[in-house]
């Protein structure tokens, strides 16, 4: 299992959405989720169709976060042009996790 990491602290477990099917659909229709979705080759975001609040890390190329929203459902997002990835959580969770802005998020294999 993946893990989302924080300067070397495992925050939380990780989903990656790689193809194009995952990539489009994110958490719409999901009624939670425990830890994170990294959605590569992002710079924007919508909720609709989400059943719950999210928070989204917007990040660079380098994985650096440039921005951190929360977006409640049915919205669509500011596109964020330099970034190249997301990664979307329960409302809350970034701040509860210690995320911030200018930090660089990993990814780390489980075995």
Do not use: N, Q
């Not at 989400?50 to 919205?75: K, S």
């Amino acid at each position: 299992m993946p893990w989302l990491v924080c300067e070397d602290r495992v925050i939380a477990s990780l989903e990656i959405a790689r193809v194009g099917k995952h990539r489009r659909r994110g958490l719409r229709g999901r009624d939670d989720i425990t830890g994170a979705l990294l959605i590569e080759r992002c710079g924007s975001v919508h909720t609709i169709g989400m059943r719950f609040d999210i928070d989204i890390a917007y990040l660079d190329g380098g994985r650096r976060v440039l921005d951190i929203v929360t977006m409640p459902p049915g919205r669509i997002g500011r596109p964020r042009p330099r970034a190249r990835s997301v990664v979307e959580a329960r409302a809350g969770a970034f701040d509860r996790w210690g995320v911030a802005i200018g930090e660089v998020l990993d990814v780390r294999l489980g075995a």
